[in-house]
Every structure is written in structure tokens, then in C-alpha cells.
């Protein structure tokens, strides 16, 4: 078996260990709780809270509501298909954003020195919570843009997805070997050639695991997006409601956080497609 | 002299343009807002924001800590158990192969959302569920970090040893274990400020309303923008303090690392 | 070590190491490798990139085992000597620990032997000194030069009384002038010591300035051609290295791997 293989073999079966864990500890554990060190630490596993793996599963073939017509799993699927689109998109943007933002940064030293800190300091601070204000601009900008609530899930995407591009491209555009510069220079190639033939492709082992961090991040925006300003439409609108039905129907929440797993993963597939492209010609990484 | 002058002159270069434009940022911000007359419950004015800061700074400081206190338990608790769970499963290739796309699933996918699944495991006035969730993916950035670091050995090391005739647990000790801590104090700076977000979002969905992100979710949604923006910029000091903390941290205890690290 | 009869420091006897044996990358790496070094003595490896010279080290190091032949050192299996820890070795990388002290590093094989904590630091102390860095003690590795590691390193495949030194071309990533500054450092270490010394290098002047004896070898399969006594005796200075008798010496060693075959250099074997 390839590495490569067995690395993707290994995705089912350490999901089936965690299904096989949670029935396990839902068999031994106690069903309102314990303690554990003195602390309520041991989790309830009543139905309510802990339903059985395989009704989660089955609860997808079901409707959504009683004496529906749709299954739970084609409204799950159509709404993770919209985030999906709203995550993309806003990946795209956020990305190539962020990459012109860093070549304007290294074109001119001084919206580099004054800018570097702040983009620093966006990695360590949770800028995810400015969505209110992105809502509050849009309003101020336009009323029929809010309407459009697609619009702002997509800009918080755009936000956090173009920070980790635009640092990590800054550093790799900063990071061109001395003797290779020397030779451009030594040829007088000007700086526009230089950036073209020779820094950008130097940055790209750099930027390509930033698209990685960059498609999380839009998924991530996204979805709390969709939660947080209470957009309709979407995988996280399903995940409030169908969190709310707990009482009643519990393996209903499990399958929207189903969704938002698929979402997750093939915006992951997604960008390693793009990633492997972007690194076709450089030597594969060292350790 | 000369030196000094051009030293200061170096400094100055370094620390000007970033100050310069915050307070243009910043100044820009407030004349917008007062010659265009925003409504306060669209934008704040800067100035409004520093109001609700100082005037009830236990306000903003209370569900800082909150929130803090949520981040660091997880982030500790998961670097703890990623470590030890690393070094114990370490001879066992197949528990790194199980973790490891798990740890990939848990990067990628919006994990945040099985908090409200974590909430209904305990009491709905407990801290819990929201401490496990940045447990959670404190773990597993831990976990494939130290398993890196105890794989990534230096050879001529491992031959010394080998001509020592060392048992395999004295190379895990003397070798393999202080091997890895650049890779697990890399591993918690890189946590720190995503336990600090987690801890944060992991709010919007339910649970106790004392933290940060229902306070600031709360205020931004509501009319009181400015007291809104006082709780954000009290987030960012939390995240700054555990990225300053964990980045301390790293300097003191793998300080071969400063002149190493490549970026 | 009092025997009656001087046994050698190491005999190798018919020894043959073949990897990946069997497979489609088989290559032999050495064969019919007979030779002693007698106590006492400086013997330097010396080939072309490939010729197995830092194979047949770690062989006599039991690092690896070979695929035929016996090796015998200090008088036992070289497996009962790496057990007993008969020798140090020390190799390019200096291998030193960043997270212990100089000292903690040179007390490394003590700790493993079980030595209690003040024997080792008396002993890291005397080490220290030998290598004229009683002063960096508590320094870190990373804190110090190049030629500074690699005393450190030298010093502590010394500290557990190891009578040979395995060395694998431990100045290779030195310059020049740290490089002959070592050289000199390590004959007066093994004057003063009395220690056996078995040196891979592919430094010509090296291999003559420093060795009793140079052992010539060339590549596919990896076998000895030659044997130069060099004959300069023990009291070496930087005359030496002006001396007409070294010139001709390194001549000799130069004509001997000249008529060796040397045929594409690239092809290394990379046992570690």
C-alpha cells in the first residue's frame, strides 16, 4: 500500500474509531453525568444528548418535517452546496486580494513598515468577530445591499481568508535568495521582471499552505456568519435551527454538523487540488 | 554619536510608519464619522469607543476573563494531553495514522459547531463544553507537532547513542523527548490565538451570556456600537496577551530556537 | 588494561558488507577487508566519495554488522566493545545537544553508564581542560564556534575513558585555518592520552599530517589498494606541514588513490 494511500484509507477508519467511541462511552458512561477530579466532567449520554450513531445516519433519509416531502438530506445537501459557493467565492477574492495587497507591500517599503504590524497583529486578534461591523457598513452604504445577505457572509469569507494569504505571501516575497536577487540586478532586470520571473515563483512554497489556513478560514467565516447575523440559507442557519429541536428530535443537529463537515472538507480537497498545481514545479517539502 | 544618531534613526524607521498610520486610520475614522454625521449605532467614533472602555472598565474586563480563562484551560488541558498523548502513542505508528486525519478533518472543517453538541453534554450554566472545544483543537495542532518532533531525530545523534548502547527508552528521554520541544512550544504559540477565537465563538451558540463574544455579538447587534467596539478591543488584547505569552514562553524554554526558526 | 601480550586495538578480518542485498539497488560496499590497528596508533581512511571508508567505521563501531568477516576490538567482539563502551566517536556534525550545557553534553555517556553526579562533573571538568574550554562550561552549544563544538564533541567521546576514537571526517566543516588549528589540537590530545585513533577523511594533507599510518581505499567494490606508513614521527609541529619528507609522503598517498578507480564520484553510499 502507497503512503498516499494508506493516508486516505485511514480517513474512514479513524472516523469509524470515533463513531465506535462515542457508541462505546454512550454504553459505559453514566446517563446524566458524573464526576470526575470533583468536577462534573463526565458528559450525559442520554439519548438526548448522545443519539446513536446510526440515527444520526438514518435521520438523513427522513424529511425534515413531519409529513414533509424533502428528505433531511437533500435540504442538508442544498444548503451546504450555497455555503459551499458563498465559501468559495469569498476564498477567491480573499486569496487573490491578499496576494496583490502583499506585492503592493513589497513593491513600496513603506506601506510595508507601515502595514506589517497590523496584518501581525490580525493573526493573533479574533477578527472574526467584526462581522456586526461589516453588516453595519454595508447598511450604511447601501440598503438594498443587505437585503443581499449572501453579501456579508461572503465579505467576513473575503475577510479572514486574506490575512494569512497576504502575510504569507509578503514573507516569501521577502525571503528571494540574496545570490538570486544579485543575478537579476546583475542583468538589470527591473523590478516588475524581477517579481515575475524570479520572487513570486520563490514565494509560492510559501503561499500555497497559506491557501490551506485561507480556505478554513473562509469556511469558518462563513458559517458563523451565516449564525451569528442570523442569515437564512446556508449550512449555519441549519445548525441554529436544528439546535433548537434538540429537545425533540436529536439526531437532527447531527446532521446539519454533517453538512458543515462536507463543506469543510471539500473546500480542503478543493484548495489541496489547487495547492499541488501551485507546487507542481517546486521540489516536494523536506521533512 | 554617529552610531547612536543612526541607531536611533533605525528605530524611528521601524516604529514610525506602523504608529503614523494607526493614527491616521484612526483620525480618518473619527472625521468621517463627525463631518458626515454617522449614526452612533452604525459606526462609533473612536473617541466613543475609549468612553465605554474607561467608563466602566470591570465591565470589559470581567468577560475578558471569562473568556480568557476558557482559552487558556482549553489550551493548556490540549496541549497537556496532545503531548503526552503523543509520546505514549509514539511507538505505535498506527494511533499517529488514526490522528492524523482527524487532526486534518478537525483544521478544516468549521468545528466550532459541535460546541452546541458539547453544551448539551453538561449543565447549561458550565463553562465546559466551550473549555473541551479548544481542548479539542488545541490536541491534535499539539499532537502532530510533537509526533513530527519525535520522528524529525538528527542522525548523528542517534548513531551516538547507538555507539552508547543506549535501551530505547534512555534515546526517548535523552533524545527524542527534548527534541521535540521547539516543535510543541511552535505548536502552542500557533494554538494561542486560535484557542483564544475558538474560545470566543464557541459563545454564539449557546451557553452561559458572561464572555466576550455574547457581549460583543450582543452590543454590535444592538444599538450600544460603542461599548460593542470597547469589547472588541479587549479581545484583541487577549489575543495579543496569549500570542506575547506563548511566543515568551517559547523564547525562554527552546532558546536555541531564536536563531533558527525560519520564519 | 594490563594484559601481558599488547592485543591490537582492532583487527578486522575478511569482512564483506553488501546492502540491500538481494534487491535490484544491491550494492557491495566493501570487500576483503583485512587490517589491524595497533594501540596507540593514528590511522587515517582515505578514498574517493563511495569507496566505503565511513562504512567500514561504523562497522567497527557496530553500528551496522557486516555481511561477512569478523571484527574484533579492544580484544572482544565489536559488539561486546560498542556494549562496554570501548570507544568514543565523534563525526562531521558535532551532534552536540542545544538544550544541555557544554558540560551536560560531555557528561552524556557518563549518565548512561550509571556515573553519579559528582564523578561525572570531576570528569567533565578534566575533559574540559584537555580541550582548553574550562571556560564554557555552562556555556550552551549553539553559543559557541564551529571549532569549538567539535572539541566538545571530541571531548566527549573521550570522557567515558575510551581508549580509541572513531572519527568521520569531524573537520569537514571547518575552515581551513580552525581546521589545522584542530589537527594540531587533536595529536597533542592523543599525546597526552596515549589514545588509538581510526580517522575517515578525504583531505590528503590531513590524512598524512595527522596519521602513523594511511589507509588507502577505492570505490566499487570498496577495498583496500594501499597501506602508506608515513613515518614522520610523533612530534609534529606546523614545520611539519613545510617539511620535504611530508610533501613526499602526500605525494605517495595521492599516487596510490590516482591509481585507484575513480570512476563516478557521484555515487556515494549513504548507510546512515
Request: proline letters at 6%; a positive charge.
Amino acid at each position: 500500500m502507497s503512503a498516499r494511500v494508506r493516508k486516505l484509507v485511514m480517513f474512514p477508519v479513524a472516523f469509524a474509531f470515533v463513531a465506535a467511541a462515542w457508541e462505546g462511552y454512550k454504553a459505559i458512561g453514566p446517563a446524566n453525568g458524573g464526576r470526575l477530579l470533583g468536577m462534573r466532567l463526565l458528559p450525559r449520554t442520554n439519548s438526548r444528548t448522545m443519539p446513536h450513531v446510526w440515527e444520526m445516519v438514518s435521520r438523513l433519509g427522513r424529511p425534515e418535517v413531519r409529513g414533509g416531502k424533502q428528505t433531511i438530506l437533500s435540504v442538508v445537501t442544498a444548503a451546504t452546496w450555497y455555503s459551499f459557493r458563498v465559501a468559495f467565492t469569498a476564498f477567491v477574492i480573499g486569496a487573490v486580494l491578499g496576494v496583490a495587497v502583499a506585492v503592493l507591500m513589497a513593491r513600496f517599503r513603506l506601506v510595508e513598515r507601515g502595514l506589517m504590524p497590523y496584518l501581525i497583529m490580525s493573526q493573533t486578534v479574533p477578527i472574526i468577530v467584526l462581522g456586526p461591523l461589516i453588516i453595519g457598513l454595508m447598511a450604511y452604504g447601501s440598503r438594498d445591499l443587505v437585503s443581499k445577505t449572501w453579501i456579508a457572509a461572503t465579505l467576513l469569507g473575503v475577510f479572514l481568508a486574506f490575512f494569512p494569504v497576504a502575510v504569507a505571501t509578503l514573507r516569501g516575497l521577502q525571503s528571494t535568495p540574496p545570490a538570486s536577487m544579485e543575478l537579476m540586478d546583475s542583468l538589470a532586470s527591473p523590478w516588475w521582471r524581477t517579481l515575475s520571473k524570479l520572487r513570486f515563483p520563490a514565494a509560492v512554497p510559501f503561499i500555497a499552505p497559506s491557501l490551506r489556513i485561507a480556505g478554513a478560514s473562509a469556511v469558518v467565516g462563513v458559517v458563523v456568519a451565516e449564525i451569528s447575523l442570523g442569515i437564512r440559507a446556508g449550512v449555519g442557519r441549519l445548525i441554529l435551527s436544528y439546535g433548537q429541536e434538540a429537545t425533540s428530535d436529536p439526531p437532527k443537529l447531527y446532521t446539519a454538523v454533517f453538512g458543515a463537515a462536507a463543506l469543510g472538507l471539500v473546500m480542503a480537497l478543493v484548495v489541496a487540488v489547487i495547492d499541488r498545481q501551485m507546487m507542481r514545479r517546486h521540489p516536494p517539502e523536506g521533512v | 554619536m554617529t552610531i547612536i544618531a543612526a541607531r536611533t534613526r533605525d528605530s524611528l524607521a521601524i516604529v514610525l510608519p506602523p504608529v503614523i498610520f494607526g493614527v491616521v486610520f484612526v483620525a480618518l475614522w473619527q472625521a468621517w464619522v463627525e463631518i458626515e454625521d454617522v449614526q452612533p449605532y452604525v459606526i462609533p467614533k473612536p473617541t466613543a469607543i475609549l468612553q465605554s472602555l474607561f467608563d466602566d472598565p470591570n465591565l470589559v474586563t470581567k468577560a475578558c476573563v471569562v473568556t480568557g480563562v476558557n482559552a487558556l484551560v482549553g489550551l493548556i488541558l490540549g496541549s497537556i494531553l496532545g503531548f503526552v498523548g503523543s509520546v505514549l502513542t509514539n511507538r505505535f505508528r498506527l494511533v499517529a495514522d488514526l490522528v492524523n486525519p482527524l487532526a486534518v478533518t478537525v483544521a478544516a472543517v468549521p468545528a466550532v459547531v459541535i460546541v452546541g453538541v458539547l453544551n448539551n453534554m453538561y449543565a447549561l450554566d458550565s463553562q465546559i463544553g466551550r473549555r473541551l472545544m479548544v481542548s479539542i483543537a488545541v490536541f491534535f495542532i499539539v499532537f502532530v507537532q510533537v509526533t513530527k518532533g519525535l520522528r524529525h531525530n538528527n542522525p548523528t545523534q542517534m548513531e551516538l547513542m547507538q555507539s552508547y548502547a543506549a535501551s530505547p527508552r534512555q534515546v526517548l528521554a535523552k533524545v527524542r523527548v527534548p527534541n521535540t520541544m521547539p516543535f510543541l512550544f511552535t505548536a502552542i504559540r500557533t494554538a494561542a490565538p486560535i484557542a483564544v477565537i475558538i474560545a470566543l465563538v464557541s459563545e454564539y451558540f449557546g451557553g452561559t451570556q458572561d464572555g466576550l463574544g455574547t457581549k460583543i455579538s450582543g452590543s454590535l447587534n444592538g444599538s450600544n456600537k460603542a461599548l460593542g467596539f470597547a469589547y472588541v478591543v479587549g479581545g484583541s488584547i487577549v489575543g495579543l496577551l496569549f500570542f506575547a505569552g506563548s511566543s515568551l514562553l517559547e523564547y525562554l524554554v527552546v532558546p536555541w530556537q531564536r536563531r533558527r526558526r525560519p520564519g | 588494561m594490563d594484559t601481558a601480550v599488547p592485543n591490537p586495538a582492532v583487527v578486522v578480518s575478511g569482512v564483506r558488507k553488501v546492502f540491500n542485498r538481494g534487491a535490484t539497488n544491491q550494492v557491495d560496499a566493501l570487500i576483503d577487508i583485512d587490517f589491524t590497528v595497533q594501540r596507540g596508533e593514528f590511522v587515517s581512511l582515505i578514498g574517493p566519495s563511495g569507496c566505503g571508508k565511513s562504512t567500514l567505521l561504523r562497522l567497527i563501531a557496530d553500528l551496522i554488522e557486516p555481511t561477512d568477516g569478523t571484527l574484533v576490538v579492544n580484544g572482544k567482539p565489536a559488539h561486546q566493545a560498542r556494549l562496554d563502551q570501548d570507544y568514543g566517536i565523534a563525526s562531521q556534525h558535532s551532534g552536540l545537544f542545544d538544550w544541555r550545557t557544554v558540560e551536560r553534553n560531555i557528561e552524556l555517556p557518563l549518565e548512561l553508564k550509571g556515573w553519579d553526579k559528582s564523578r561525572r562533573r570531576a570528569r567533565s571538568a578534566e575533559m574540559l581542560a584537555l580541550v582548553k574550554l574550562s571556560e564554557f562550561a555552562t556555556h550552551m552549544p549553539w553559543q559557541l564556534s564551529g571549532g569549538m563544538q567539535q572539541r566538545v564533541a571530541i571531548a566527549r567521546a573521550l570522557a567515558a575513558h575510551a581508549e580509541l576514537l572513531l572519527m568521520d571526517e569531524p573537520f569537514g566543516a571547518l575552515d581551513e585555518m580552525t581546521r589545522e588549528h584542530m589537527q594540531a589540537e587533536l595529536l597533542r590530545i592523543c599525546s597526552e592520552t596515549g589514545t588509538t585513533v581510526v580517522f575517515v577523511t578525504h583531505s590528503i594533507p590531513e590524512a598524512v599530517y595527522l596519521a602513523d599510518r594511511v589507509v588507502v581505499m577505492s570505490p566499487r567494490p570498496g577495498r583496500i589498494t594501499a597501506m602508506v606508513d608515513v613515518g614522520l614521527g610523533r612530534d609534529r609541529s606546523e614545520l611539519t606541514r613545510e617539511a620535504t619528507e611530508f610533501f613526499d609522503r602526500v605525494t605517495e598517498v595521492r599516487e596510490a588513490l590516482r591509481g585507484t578507480h575513480v570512476g563516478d564520484p557521484i555515487m556515494g553510499v549513504d548507510d546512515r
